[in-house]
């Protein structure tokens, strides 16, 4: 099994950034394709990035250009730097890991008001 654990939420003004942080354990060695997932009062969870083994990234159109994930492979933490944050951003991200099955962190809340 992989154990995830994020940090780095918070409350920001519009224009903001944050860097979230998901520290992986147990299992990493299996583990394919990590991502950051969002999910704001009353809508369903939604995905804001992934990273493959290989490093491929991809994004939801609504982040693409201002989110930015990456991983430090020796510390088995995926960051997720957050830039121009709007108030739409306000949710709780949660971390993923896919190994064949699946796993989340417990989440982290981002907040975006003036």
């Known amino acids: 099994q992989v154990q995830l654990v994020e940090s780095g939420g918070g409350l920001v003004q519009p224009g903001g950034s944050l860097r979230l942080s998901c520290a992986a354990s147990?299992?990493?060695?299996?583990?394919?394709?990590m991502g950051w997932y969002r999910q704001a009062p009353g809508k369903q969870r939604e995905l804001v990035a992934t990273?493959?083994?290989?490093?491929?990234?991809k994004y939801a159109d609504s982040v693409k250009g201002r989110f930015t994930i990456s991983r430090d492979n020796a510390k088995n933490t995926v960051y997720l730097q957050t830039d121009s944050l709007k108030p739409e951003d306000t949710a709780v991200y949660y971390c993923?890991?896919?190994?064949?099955?699946?796993?989340w962190g417990q989440g982290t809340q981002v907040t975006v008001s003036s």
């Open positions: 993923n890991a896919d190994y064949g099955r699946f796993s």
């Open positions: 147990g299992s990493i060695f299996s583990i394919n394709v």
């Open positions: 990273i493959a083994r290989d490093g491929r990234t």
